[in-house]
């Protein structure tokens, strides 16, 4: 596969002395600012390690970055309205309920509160939309996912353009830092969560943040917490796994979520979005339970499943996404999409199948998770293909063009590895976040708040930085 490439912002390799200097400094500066977490190998909470970043910001096209920035109210507003569109999510994840035991879990609880009736009309979306830059297409940015539950990395990366600023001036080029956005996701990701605090409007209120059992990444957490408790002293947050929820709270007659003798205001779920995060039926109840009640969710059940990949598939289906967005900028949506096929036993899904067993390299396969880590790639889609095709499992997947991302050298610095790191092949993945809140019939807000750059090495499939393989990074931009 050729990839072309994007110069880097400034020419490799560095000086070596000049590089380990640079290095023990950016590690230093990612430390004492909370560009850390957990040591998986040797957990303590005593302490945090760096977490993996690009040494020097990666280039990313202007005109690209503030097409998806200047996009994503409007992708906000699409899943905010697939969300309460109870036909589409009900025919469009069909299929998919019959094979996968998760999202049908998910399906139920949905089905299950509204039929009794909804106790809460808003909902939070705290989303990420993220690109991959399409290399053949003229580096235009494609979407990869929208994420609608548990989206990452705002509050690290919010910090990042201070560490690169302070990089590049350790390396005598402060005059590139004209070249970097700043980043607000943090202070806007929170204004979501204390905006929908006030909607709720018990000012003996709480705000809950749904944890797993261990939280590695524990600085993309805690910085919520921080700035909330600077900008609004009165909320207090507590932190809980699905577990804890189960045995701690309670619905009272008024359905509110009751934990500690408190209502909570808003549940926001940093867990919660894989099967191994509900390994019994407890964890199921609490969500239920939460559902139940009037907390206002971030996500709500019915964002989850609109963050399906199945509803991501859907939605680029002929027709499928005028029907929510409408006129130019149905047009500019349609531009970010690229080729998603359904799975399906008929027609179409059939020649799906045939297009990517005769040319894999092109697609990859992805089931019904998030998380990273769950996708099929090249050989492997036609082995899977191959061995599904007869199996009603193959609806549980949809498949999608590969996107082809320009190369960019860089240095990625790791706990724990060697310095100097060599100069590797990187290829970078823009994620845009957004937060909505809005019943069905009203959006209260709708906005833009800030971004995040992940970076990988080109050979790689997956980039998850908290699974270890990508690395936090800041968009350099440039003007092509
Ligand atoms: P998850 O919910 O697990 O994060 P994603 O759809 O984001 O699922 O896929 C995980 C990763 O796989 C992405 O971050 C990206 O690096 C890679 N990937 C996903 N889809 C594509 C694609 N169509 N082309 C190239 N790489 C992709
Ligand atoms: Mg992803």
New binding site residues.
């Given amino acids: 596969m050729s990839q072309a490439r994007l110069a880097s912002c400034l020419p490799l390799p560095l000086d070596q002395k000049v590089l380990v200097n640079v290095i023990e400094k950016a590690k230093d500066w990612a430390l004492m600012h909370g560009v850390g977490m957990r040591d998986r190998k040797n957990f303590t909470k005593d302490s945090i390690q760096i977490a993996p970043f690009v040494l020097l910001p990666s280039p990313f096209p202007r005109t690209e970055f503030t097409k998806a920035v200047e996009l994503q109210p409007v992708l906000n507003e699409l899943m905010h309205k697939v969300a309460h569109d109870d036909d589409f999510l009900e025919h469009t994840l069909q299929n998919a309920l019959q094979v996968d035991e998760f999202t049908a879990n998910l399906y139920d609880i949905w089905v299950k509160v509204r039929n009794e009736g909804i106790a809460q009309s808003v909902s939070l979306g705290l989303f990420r939309s993220?690109y991959?830059m399409q290399h053949p297409d003229g580096n235009r940015i494609k979407q990869?996912?929208f994420?609608t539950i548990a989206s990452s990395f705002g509050a690290i990366t919010s910090h990042l353009p201070a560490m690169s600023r302070y990089i590049l001036r350790q390396l005598g080029h402060g005059d590139m830092i004209k070249n970097m956005p700043e980043n607000r996701a943090l202070s806007g990701l929170c204004s979501g969560i204390t905006d929908a605090y006030d909607l709720f409007g018990v000012p003996t209120a709480i705000v809950l943040f749904v944890v797993e059992e261990v939280s590695y990444n524990i600085c993309d957490q805690r910085f919520h917490e921080f700035e909330i408790s600077e900008t609004r002293p009165e909320i207090q947050i507590y932190r809980k796994t699905l577990n804890e929820i189960y045995e701690e709270t309670e619905l009272n007659d008024k359905k509110q979520l009751v934990l500690d003798g408190r209502p909570v205001a808003v549940v926001y779920y940093r867990s919660g979005y894989e099967p191994a995060q509900y390994p019994s039926n407890r964890e199921w109840e609490a969500r239920l339970r939460v559902e139940r009640s009037t907390a206002i969710k971030c996500p709500s059940i019915s964002y989850q499943l609109a963050g399906t990949?199945k509803v991501q598939q859907a939605l680029a289906a002929p027709g499928a996404l005028e029907r929510f967005v409408r006129g130019a900028a149905s047009v500019r949506v349609r531009d970010i999409f690229?080729g998603l096929y359904a799975l399906d036993f008929d027609d179409s899904g059939e020649r799906a199948v045939d297009m990517a067993i005769a040319d894999a390299e092109r697609f990859?396969l992805?089931p019904q998770?998030?998380?990273?880590?769950?996708?099929v790639y090249g050989a492997e889609v036609r082995d899977a293909l191959l061995r599904m095709r007869h199996s009603r499992e193959r609806a549980a997947y949809i498949l999608?063009?590969?996107?082809l991302p320009p190369l960019v050298q860089g240095y990625v610095v790791r706990p724990g590895a060697p310095v100097p790191p060599p100069v590797v092949d990187l290829v970078s993945?823009l994620g845009i976040f957004g937060v909505i809140i809005g019943t069905k019939d009203k959006i209260y807000s709708n906005k833009q708040v800030g971004h995040m750059l992940r970076t990988?090495l080109a050979d790689a499939?997956?980039?998850?930085v908290a699974a270890g393989l990508g690395a936090l990074d800041s968009p350099y931009l440039l003007d092509m």
């Fill in positions: 993220d991959l990869v996912e994420n990949k690229t990859v992805k998770r998030e998380g990273g880590g769950n996708n999608m063009e590969r996107i993945e990988k499939n997956e980039g998850g």
